[in-house]
């Protein structure tokens, strides 16, 4: 056996298995690479339609020789956006189809011997662990039943992860579900967080009733996450100083490793573009298009890769943008209106208006966009990943969430870490032109907000260098996961 060799079979080999969404594949992919870079053999497993799209660009398996792309069936239509009522949907398709053939995986690539699966340049050694999805907890089972260790990683930030963990208590306390219609009622009960909640910055699904099966979907993932050994977040320490020691004391375990696609940066170099990681075709005209404004003065308006507007919200956005006067540069996906509301003709005065100031895409590289100087606010439905990529950029947002997470996100933003403000539930054209302006204009309010963002990206670049949190945490992630001592 050649030293090579040796070395290759005491080495760690981890899956990872992203949930089938690309707010969730981004970060897991960042991860990836990552651990590749140090070494470490990754099976990354998609489900088969996002598969075909990862491996049609061939620049990640030639930069990262350990990194081995596998993909599952999930019986889903190929192009099925998850949404927050079809979760429930996915999880079973993914329980009833994908689970038995994760097991049968999980057993051929623990075999030591086992020669089918390994690359024919570099031998892959046996999986040591499986690096889950936090929504993902199917997969929980499986890993135990094969005897290998689990770890999650949860793409959601930090605060709404805690939330979620709370959310028991509040049923028992009798503070779930509503006793009444008063969505500014203040939650007082959650640790860390005690003067910051009113019931509307709750997930959104504490607004179904509690047997809904997307309620359920939620509250067996909260239960699940507490038999994995250790969980990732996408946070950095100087961001979530609260939170964290509060999650510390429900799990053991945890390692903060954002803003993920800074620390990739920091780590491995800026030579692949961060569109390896892209499901949709990216109209990279827009670059131009900002090149021609001038500096701090475009808006970028983007929901992410699932929220859907109706008709009506999508024509008032777009009156309040062209009515607040500003440049603007806007995402609108071909499948972001809610079926049965197909595109009808575009009154004029937008059309207008658009020509005149505004550029639309159907997807753009989102995160060359916000490091672009023209740039000077967000307005972002308050993901996860947009707003760390948000902090990372030290641009101001303004909040408009729709789903889960991203409500409690948007009320950090606004209230907790003060670099923006929060839209929620209103979208007439009046309140868009009024918050954009005052998210866009010189001004006190845009100062404070502006001088609070500015000092958070300067934290989250303290993170990913060589003796911030993040990178260390990530140096002990590796040593765990090639000590085999994540169990
Ligand atoms: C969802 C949740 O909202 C999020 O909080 C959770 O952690 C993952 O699932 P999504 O709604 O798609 O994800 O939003 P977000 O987390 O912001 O992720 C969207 C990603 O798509 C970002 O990384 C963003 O940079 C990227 N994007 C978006 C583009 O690259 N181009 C675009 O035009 C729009």
């Given at each position: 056996?050649s030293?090579?060799?040796?070395?290759?079979?005491?080495?760690?080999?981890?899956l990872?298995?992203?949930?089938?969404?690309?707010g969730?594949?981004?970060p897991?992919?960042?991860?990836?690479q990552?651990?590749?870079?140090?070494?470490?053999?990754?099976t990354f497993l998609?489900?088969?339609?996002?598969?075909?799209?990862?491996?049609q660009?061939r620049?990640?398996?030639?930069?990262?020789?350990?990194?081995h792309?596998e993909?599952?069936?999930?019986?889903?239509?190929?192009?099925?956006?998850?949404?927050?009522?079809s979760?429930?949907d996915i999880?079973?398709?993914?329980?009833?189809?994908?689970?038995?053939?994760l097991?049968?995986?999980l057993?051929t690539?623990a075999k030591k011997d086992?020669?089918?699966y390994?690359?024919?340049?570099i031998?892959c050694p046996?999986?040591?662990?499986?690096?889950?999805?936090g929504i993902m907890?199917?997969?929980?089972?499986?890993?135990?039943e094969?005897?290998?260790?689990?770890l999650a990683?949860?793409?959601v930030?930090?605060?709404?992860?805690w939330?979620?963990s709370?959310?028991?208590?509040?049923?028992q306390q009798?503070?779930?579900?509503?006793?009444?219609?008063?969505?500014d009622h203040?939650?007082?009960?959650?640790?860390?967080?005690?003067?910051?909640l009113?019931?509307?910055d709750?997930?959104?699904?504490?607004?179904?009733?509690?047997?809904?099966?997307?309620?359920?979907?939620f509250?067996e993932q909260i239960e699940?996450?507490?038999?994995?050994s250790a969980?990732?977040f996408?946070?950095?320490?100087d961001?979530?100083?609260?939170?964290?020691?509060?999650?510390?004391?429900?799990?053991?375990?945890i390692?903060?490793l954002?803003?993920?696609?800074a620390?990739?940066?920091?780590?491995?170099g800026?030579?692949?573009?961060?569109?390896?990681?892209?499901?949709?075709?990216?109209?990279?005209r827009?670059?131009?298009?900002?090149?021609?404004?001038q500096s701090?003065?475009?808006i970028?308006?983007?929901?992410?890769?699932?929220?859907?507007l109706?008709?009506?919200?999508?024509l008032?956005?777009?009156?309040g943008l062209?009515n607040?006067?500003?440049?603007?540069?806007?995402v609108v996906?071909?499948?972001?209106?809610?079926s049965?509301?197909?595109?009808r003709?575009?009154?004029v005065?937008?059309?207008?208006?658009?020509k005149?100031?505004?550029?639309?895409?159907e997807?753009?590289?989102?995160?060359?966009?916000l490091?672009h100087?023209?740039?000077?606010g967000f307005?972002t439905?308050?993901?996860?990943?947009?707003?760390?990529?948000?902090?990372?950029?030290?641009?101001?947002m303004?909040?408009?969430?729709?789903?889960v997470?991203?409500?409690?996100n948007s009320r950090?933003?606004?209230?907790?870490?003060?670099i923006?403000?929060?839209?929620?539930?209103?979208c007439?054209r009046?309140?868009v032109?009024?918050?954009?302006r005052?998210l866009?204009?010189?001004?006190?309010?845009?100062?404070?907000?502006?001088?609070?963002?500015?000092?958070f990206?300067?934290?989250?670049r303290?993170?990913?260098?060589?003796?911030?949190s993040s990178?260390k945490?990530?140096?002990?992630?590796?040593?765990?996961?090639?000590?085999?001592i994540?169990?």
């Amino acid at each position: 056996m050649s030293t090579e060799m040796e070395e290759s079979e005491s080495a760690a080999h981890v899956l990872l298995l992203p949930f089938p969404a690309q707010g969730h594949i981004t970060p897991m992919l960042s991860l990836a690479q990552l651990l590749c870079h140090a070494g470490i053999h990754v099976t990354f497993l998609s489900t088969e339609h996002n598969h075909r799209l990862l491996t049609q660009r061939r620049a990640l398996s030639a930069r990262f020789p350990t990194l081995h792309f596998e993909s599952i069936p999930d019986a889903l239509p190929p192009d099925q956006a998850p949404t927050i009522h079809s979760l429930h949907d996915i999880s079973s398709s993914l329980r009833s189809v994908t689970k038995p053939l994760l097991r049968d995986l999980l057993i051929t690539l623990a075999k030591k011997d086992d020669e089918s699966y390994r690359s024919t340049t570099i031998r892959c050694p046996p999986l040591s662990c499986v690096i889950i999805d936090g929504i993902m907890c199917f997969a929980i089972d499986v890993a135990e039943e094969v005897g290998i260790p689990v770890l999650a990683l949860r793409t959601v930030s930090a605060c709404s992860f805690w939330c979620y963990s709370c959310i028991p208590d509040l049923i028992q306390q009798g503070q779930l579900p509503f006793q009444d219609q008063d969505m500014d009622h203040p939650i007082r009960d959650i640790p860390g967080m005690e003067a910051l909640l009113r019931r509307r910055d709750l997930p959104s699904f504490c607004r179904m009733p509690i047997d809904h099966p997307s309620f359920k979907f939620f509250m067996e993932q909260i239960e699940a996450i507490t038999r994995v050994s250790a969980i990732i977040f996408n946070t950095f320490d100087d961001l979530d100083p609260l939170i964290l020691p509060q999650i510390a004391t429900r799990f053991h375990k945890i390692y903060t490793l954002g803003p993920l696609h800074a620390l990739l940066k920091s780590r491995v170099g800026d030579d692949l573009s961060s569109s390896v990681s892209s499901l949709r075709h990216e109209d990279r005209r827009c670059m131009a298009w900002l090149d021609s404004q001038q500096s701090g003065s475009v808006i970028f308006v983007s929901f992410g890769s699932l929220a859907k507007l109706s008709r009506v919200q999508l024509l008032e956005f777009w009156h309040g943008l062209i009515n607040s006067g500003k440049p603007f540069l806007w995402v609108v996906r071909s499948d972001m209106l809610s079926s049965g509301q197909e595109e009808r003709a575009t009154p004029v005065e937008l059309e207008d208006g658009t020509k005149e100031r505004g550029y639309i895409a159907e997807w753009v590289p989102q995160e060359e966009v916000l490091a672009h100087k023209a740039v000077g606010g967000f307005w972002t439905h308050s993901g996860w990943n947009s707003t760390i990529e948000g902090i990372w950029a030290g641009v101001p947002m303004l909040c408009w969430p729709q789903l889960v997470d991203q409500q409690v996100n948007s009320r950090w933003v606004g209230e907790g870490w003060k670099i923006g403000l929060d839209m929620k539930d209103t979208c007439d054209r009046s309140t868009v032109e009024k918050m954009v302006r005052a998210l866009m204009e010189e001004g006190d309010q845009r100062e404070q907000i502006f001088k609070s963002v500015d000092n958070f990206a300067k934290l989250a670049r303290h993170a990913v260098s060589e003796d911030g949190s993040s990178y260390k945490n990530l140096e002990k992630l590796i040593e765990d996961l090639n000590e085999k001592i994540v169990m």
